[in-house]
T-cell receptor
Framework: AQKITQTQPGMFVQEKEAVTLDCTYD???????LFWYKQPSSGEMIFLIY??????QNATEGRYSLNFQKARKSANLVISASQLGDSAMYFC????????????FGTGTSLTVIP | NAGVTQTPKFRVLKTGQSMTLLCAQD?????MYWYRQDPGMGLRLIHY???????AKGEVPDGYNVSRLKKQNFLLGLESAAPSQTSVYFC??????????????FGPGTRLTVL
C-alpha cells in the first residue's frame, strides 16, 4: 500500500527565512514520483515541484527545493526566503508504478509567513 | 486554453437530492480524476478514468457514480446526497505516459454543502 505522511499540521516562519515542510512516504514500488502542491486560501491546487525516485539530484524550482532522502523515504520541501504569499496549505503526493494511475496525498501542512 | 474547469463552483443540496458535477478539460488528457477534500484529511480519490468510456473506483467511491462519455468531460454524480458528502470536490487531469513523472492539473474546485 502507498502512504504519505505529513506530520506538521501547522508551521510558522518569519518572512525572508527558510522553512522545511516534512513528508515521508511508504511504498514497495521501485519507481515512483513525488509531488508537492500549494493550496492558497483561494482554494486552487498549484503544482510546485517533482522528484523522481531515480533522480540522483534533488529537484529545485526557483525558491523551492526538494530534500530527497530515498533510504529514509522522505521528500521534504524547502522554501527559501519566505514571502507573505507563501502562506498556504502544502500537500505532498506520490504516484508509483505499482499504483497505476492513482495519486496518494498527505493531509497537508498549513504554512503561515509572519511579517 | 482554459485548462480544467468545474461546474458549478458552489452548490447547496438537501439530503436525498441528486446532482451532477461537471469537469471539462481542453488539454486532450487521457486521465481524469475526482477527489474530495475534507479538513484534516487531504485529498482522497473518489473515481478516476483512463479514457473515454472507462472508469474505476478510487479510495472513497461509495455514494458516487461517474461517467466519461467524451474524452474531455468527466461527470460525478450523487444519486441521493447525504450530509457526509459535504466537501470540496476537485477534478484533475493528466496525460497518459509511461513515466511516473506526470503532474495532474487541477480544476478550481466545487464546494458542496448537503443539509
Amino acid at each position: 500500500a502507498q502512504k504519505i505522511t505529513q506530520t506538521q499540521p501547522g508551521m510558522f516562519v518569519q518572512e525572508k527565512e527558510a522553512v522545511t515542510l516534512d513528508c515521508t512516504y511508504d511504498t514497495s514500488d521501485q519507481s515512483y514520483g513525488l509531488f508537492w502542491y500549494k493550496q492558497p486560501s483561494s482554494g486552487e491546487m498549484i503544482f510546485l515541484i517533482y522528484q523522481g525516485s531515480y533522480d540522483e539530484q534533488n529537484a529545485t524550482e526557483g525558491r523551492y527545493s526538494l530534500n530527497f532522502q530515498k533510504a529514509r523515504k522522505s521528500a521534504n520541501l524547502v522554501i527559501s526566503a519566505s514571502q507573505l504569499g507563501d502562506s498556504a496549505m502544502y500537500f505532498c503526493a506520490m504516484r508509483g508504478v505499482g499504483t497505476g494511475n492513482q495519486f496518494y496525498f498527505g493531509t497537508g501542512t498549513s504554512l503561515t509567513v509572519i511579517p | 486554453n482554459a485548462g480544467v474547469t468545474q461546474t458549478p463552483k458552489f452548490r447547496v443540496l438537501k439530503t436525498g437530492q441528486s446532482m451532477t458535477l461537471l469537469c471539462a478539460q481542453d488539454m486532450n488528457h487521457e486521465y481524469m480524476y475526482w477527489y474530495r477534500q475534507d479538513p484534516g484529511m487531504g485529498l482522497r480519490l473518489i473515481h478516476y478514468s483512463v479514457g473515454e468510456g472507462t472508469t474505476a473506483k478510487g479510495e472513497v467511491p461509495d455514494g458516487y457514480n461517474v461517467s466519461r462519455l467524451k474524452k474531455q468531460n468527466f461527470l460525478l454524480g450523487l444519486e441521493s446526497a447525504a450530509p457526509s458528502q459535504t466537501s470540496v470536490y476537485f477534478c484533475a487531469s493528466r496525460l497518459r505516459t509511461s513515466d511516473v513523472y506526470n503532474e495532474q492539473f487541477f480544476g478550481p474546485g466545487t464546494r458542496l454543502t448537503v443539509l
